[in-house]
């Protein structure tokens, strides 16, 4: 069946890095783009970065732009998100999500930016 | 990149309809068809419900429906039952190749 598996997620101090990945399965990775949506404790959803299904175009958030940066790996069907200089306002649960109608979501990794 | 804007929540009784709105710009949901709605449940992923304003994705219910004029899209589900008590977000793409997504609606069914 189709789904995604997010990983990498933790606990970093506040101008750390950190790099999450999504696992696609269950379906043709490069024909889809994707995105990483996330969503900070108790609140609503932000939308943070989308990839075109082949990899020439990326989109981030004015929040993250800068800073985030979102790739994927066609032959291990692996999207990922490098987050550096990482604030603790980037604290949240971080989807990976597919296609531009978001029309599939894996369950969320979670990352946590404190001192 | 401002968010699009929903009613913090609504309520109606089993069986009702109830309709939330989602409003946007000329940067978003006034010029593209692709606005979508979500679900979600506590401590669960959100659930596609919608997309491209009007389209039903397999398997989800057709008290589920969608519609959009001008810089305004809503969602409605007819038949209120208690598992739609949930969280709602719309979300729409946008002139900066970019996506948005509104605050989030709470149904409560009473």
């Known amino acids: 069946q189709v789904q995604l598996v997010e990983s990498g997620g933790g606990v970093v101090q506040p101008g750390n890095s950190l790099r999450l990945s999504c696992a696609a399965s269950?379906?043709?990775?490069?024909?889809?783009?994707m995105q990483w949506v996330r969503q900070a404790p108790g609140k609503g959803l932000e939308w943070v970065s989308v990839i075109s299904y082949d990899g020439n175009n990326q989109y981030y958030a004015d929040s993250v732009k800068g800073r985030f940066t979102i790739s994927r790996d066609q032959a291990k069907k692996t999207l990922s998100l490098q987050m550096n200089s990482l604030r603790v306002e980037d604290t949240a649960l971080y989807y990976c999500v597919r296609d531009d109608d978001m029309d599939v979501w894996g369950q969320g990794a979670t990352v946590t930016v404190s001192s | 990149q401002s968010a699009l804007t929903q009613p913090a929540s609504v309520s109606g009784s089993p069986g009702q309809s109830i309709t939330i709105s989602c409003t946007g710009s000329s940067n978003d949901i006034g010029t593209y068809n692709y606005v979508s709605w979500h679900q979600q449940h506590p401590g669960k992923a959100p659930k596609l419900l919608i997309y491209?304003?009007?389209k039903r994705p397999s398997g989800v219910t057709n008290r589920f429906s969608g519609s959009k004029s001008a810089n305004m899209a809503s969602l409605t589900i007819s038949g209120l039952q208690a598992e739609d008590e949930a969280e709602y977000y719309c979300?729409?793409?946008?002139?900066?190749?970019?996506?948005?997504f509104g605050p989030g609606t709470k149904v409560t069914v009473l």
């Open positions: 269950g379906f043709t990775f490069s024909s889809y783009a």
């Open positions: 491209e304003v009007t």
């Open positions: 979300s729409s793409y946008t002139t900066s190749s970019t996506y948005v």
